[in-house]
C-alpha cells in the first residue's frame, strides 16, 4: 500500500501532532521495555531537525475515560528528557514553542472520548494543529480519535516507522522468498482463525503452537491434561487443518511438551509424548522433539514469519527452551543472510529481547494486534486514511 509521507514536506515552524505507541510496561515507576519509543525515535528526530514544533500524543493501558495516574506517561516523558503537557486538550503551550521543540501530551485515554472515536473530540485535540503524523502502527488497527478522527481533520502522513512496516510487511506478503514458514502460537484459536487461514493460505510450512497448539492437538485426540487450550474450538481446529491440506501447506503441530505437576516458574519439568501426559500434568512449554523439528523447519525456509511464544519464555532457562530455540536459529540463519525473519507481537519481541536475538531479525515489528490483521488482509482504519 503507498502511503502519504513526510519525505519533501516543509516542516519549520509547523505545529505537528505525532501519534506514537507509548503503551510500554511500568512498574514501580520504571520502563521494562523501552523498544516501542526506542524505535519512534527517528521520525521524531527527522521531525525535530526540519525545524517543527512537535507535540506527541499516546495512550499507555487502559484507564477506561478516567484520569488514574498509574497510566500516567511521565515516566516516558522522563526517559524521552522532555516535558510532560498534563493535559492533552491543552493548548496554551503551544504559544511557547520553538521550532525543533518536541513535548508529550498525557495520556490520551484519559478521556472517554478517545476510544469512541468522537468527532468533537477529535476536533479538540487537533486545534493548533497544522498537521497530523501517524507513527503508530500498534494502534492503527483501532478507528480513535487520535489515529483516525484527527486524520480526517488536518493533512495527514504515515512517519518512517509505520510507512517502514508497511513496506516490509507487504514485502513478505506479496512476494515472498520461498519456502515461506509461518509460526504462530499464543493462547486462542478463537482469536486467530482469520491469520491461521491467510497464513495456511500464503506459506509452504505453519508451525502452530504454545496453547494454541494444545487446542489442535485436543482436536486430533491427544491427551493434553490439566492444561489452557479451547475445547469448544475442537471443529475450527479440524477445519483450519483441512483448508491448510486444500491450499498445500504443511502443518506441523507439537509432538511432544515440557509439563509439570504445577503452573509455576519453578516447577520441576519434565519432557512427555502426548500418550504419557496424564491427567493432572500441566503443559508449559514445547517440547524437545518439537523444538528440533522447529529448528529444521527454520532451517529449511528462506521466509520466516513468527508471532507468539511457544511456551512461557518468560520464565527462563527452563520453560523459554521452546521460544528460545525458535529464536536462536531464526537469528543465527538471518545473520548468515539465509533467510528473512519478520517478528511481530509482544510477547514474541520480550523473548527476542531475553535471549539477545532482536538485532539479528530483518524486522521486528511494533505491532501486535495491528501486526496480525494486516497479515489477516484486514483493512486497517488508521492506515487507510493516509493511503496516498
Known amino acids: 500500500m503507498k502511503l502519504r509521507t513526510i519525505d519533501g514536506l516543509d516542516l519549520r515552524g509547523k505545529y505537528v501532532l505525532l501519534r506514537d505507541d507509548f503503551n510500554v510496561q511500568i512498574i514501580d515507576g520504571q520502563i521494562t521495555d523501552t523498544f516501542r519509543i526506542d524505535q519512534s525515535m527517528p521520525t521524531i528526530n527527522k521531525l525535530r531537525n526540519a525545524g517543527a514544533r512537535v507535540v506527541i500524543v499516546s495512550h499507555l493501558g487502559r484507564p477506561k475515560g478516567t484520569r488514574a495516574m498509574e497510566y500516567s506517561l511521565k515516566p516516558v516523558a522522563d526517559y524521552m528528557g522532555i516535558p510532560l503537557i498534563p493535559d492533552a486538550l491543552d493548548k496554551d503551550f503551544l504559544k511557547n514553542m520553538h521550532d525543533g521543540d518536541v513535548v508529550l501530551l498525557e495520556n490520551v485515554r484519559f478521556y472517554d472520548c478517545e476510544e469512541k472515536n468522537d468527532p468533537v473530540f477529535a476536533q479538540n485535540l487537533a486545534s493548533g494543529f497544522d498537521l497530523f503524523v501517524n507513527d503508530a502502527f500498534a494502534v492503527s488497527h483501532r478507528a480513535h480519535a487520535s489515529t483516525v478522527g484527527v486524520a480526517s481533520i488536518l493533512p495527514s502522513y504515515a512517519g518512517d516507522l509505520l510507512a517502514d512496516e508497511i513496506k516490509n510487511l507487504d514485502a513478505v506478503m506479496e512476494n515472498p522468498k520461498r519456502p515461506l514458514l509461518s509460526i504462530v502460537a499464543g493462547s486462542k484459536v478463537s482469536t486467530k482463525i482469520g491469520v491461521l487461514k491467510a497464513l495456511a493460505k500464503l506459506s509452504d510450512m505453519l508451525i502452530i503452537g504454545g496453547a494454541l497448539g494444545t487446542t489442535f492437538n485436543y482436536a486430533l485426540g491427544d491427551h493434553v491434561g490439566n492444561s489452557l487450550f479451547e475445547p469448544d474450538q475442537k471443529q475450527t481446529a479440524l477445519d483450519i487443518l483441512a483448508y491448510a491440506r486444500e491450499n498445500h501447506c504443511d502443518v506441523m503441530l507439537p509432538l511432544d511438551k515440557g509439563v509439570a505437576k504445577e503452573f509455576k516458574r519453578d516447577a520441576a519439568r519434565t519432557n512427555k509424548n502426548f500418550d504419557q501426559i496424564e491427567p493432572d500434568d500441566v503443559i508449559i512449554d514445547a517440547g524437545i522433539e518439537t523444538t528440533a523439528r522447529n529448528v529444521d523447519a527454520i532451517n529449511r525456509a528462506a521466509t520466516v514469519i513468527w508471532n507468539g511464544t511457544v511456551g512461557m519464555a518468560e520464565w527462563p532457562p527452563v520453560w ?47 505491532g501486535g494486534g495491528a501486526f496480525l490483521e494486516y497479515i489477516e488482509g484486514r483493512t486497517l482504519p488508521g492506515i487507510v486514511v493516509l493511503a496516498a
Open 320 to 366: 523459554s527452551y521452546g521460544s528460545f530455540s525458535i529464536a536462536d536459529a531464526m537469528a543465527a540463519r538471518t545473520r548468515a543472510g539465509q533467510i528473512t525473519s519478520i517478528v511481530g507481537g509482544g510477547d514474541t519481541v520480550a523473548a527476542l529481547v531475553a535471549s539477545h536475538t532482536k538485532d539479528a531479525m530483518t524486522y521486528v515489528s511494533t
